[in-house]
């Protein structure tokens, strides 16, 4: 069955200090993998995608993701955080459009220490 | 803005009444979605749709219903609301070749 799994339920980090956050995935096609963020009393923000070539990633606001097929791992980090990046962070495999939907891990919440 | 705009933010229910919850897209977006988001347990997907006309159950379907009459609307109905449907739905859309979901802000629905 396809499934996402993020081990990390919260995680809190000193502002400044480098990120990961762990998403694993099981799928069995070649697998299309996002990351989306969510704020507090808002919707899901698209982060990065990866769908092919490169295996590390940039998205937007400094973050990065690396696929690694061997791991089936999809691992998000940042090398300093900010305090703005407190939020709750998911990740999502899938093939898109008319060939399936995604489905989400249940999410880590970053909190970030000053 | 363009973007994928719901309606209402907030809405209370009693149990046993029924709404409309509305999602639109000003992007000619193709595929539209119906999530719902609890605490703790990341998004399930209520329905789908690929196009006007179109549309398909996804993993919680019960207890609720969709239509797609045009591309850019995609509303979700609740029939019978019931407690265990207080949650946040979430509405996105993806255009054709352009993988990556747009996110309407949520509505947070409570039954009572």
């Known amino acids: 069955a396809q499934s996402v799994t993020q081990p990390d339920i919260h995680i809190t980090v000193s502002e400044g200090a480098s990120l990961e956050l762990r998403c694993n995935y099981s799928?069995?096609?070649?697998?299309?993998l996002f990351w989306y963020v969510q704020s507090p009393g808002q919707g899901l923000q698209l982060l990065l995608k990866?769908?092919?070539?490169?295996?590390l990633v940039q998205g937007i606001k400094g973050f990065e993701a690396e696929f690694k097929r061997s791991q089936s791992s999809f691992n998000l980090r940042k090398p300093s955080v900010h305090w703005s990046d407190a939020a709750e962070y998911f990740c999502?495999?899938?093939?898109?459009?008319?060939?399936?939907?995604?489905?989400f891990g249940k999410g880590t919440k970053l909190s970030v220490k000053p | 803005n363009a973007g994928v705009t719901q309606t209402p933010k907030f809405r209370i229910l009693k149990i046993g009444q029924s709404m409309t919850l509305q999602c639109a897209q000003d992007?000619?977006?193709?595929?539209m979605y119906w999530y719902r988001q609890d605490p703790g347990m990341g998004l399930k997907l209520i329905y789908y749709?690929?196009?006007?006309?179109?549309?398909d159950k996804g993993e919680v379907p019960n207890g609720y219903n969709v239509s797609r009459s045009t591309t850019e609307d995609f509303p979700l109905r609740l029939e019978l609301a019931a407690p265990s449907q207080t949650s946040v739905y979430f509405c996105?859309?993806?255009?054709?070749?352009?993988?990556?979901?747009?996110f309407g802000s949520g509505t947070r629905l409570t039954v009572v």
């Open positions: 999502a495999v899938g093939a898109g459009g008319s060939q399936g939907n995604l489905i």
């Open positions: 799928y069995g096609a070649t697998p299309y």
């Open positions: 990866y769908f092919s070539g490169d295996t």
């Open positions: 992007m000619n977006h193709n595929y």
């Open positions: 749709s690929v196009g006007a006309g179109i549309t």
């Open positions: 996105a859309s993806e255009g054709s070749g352009n993988y990556g979901y747009t």
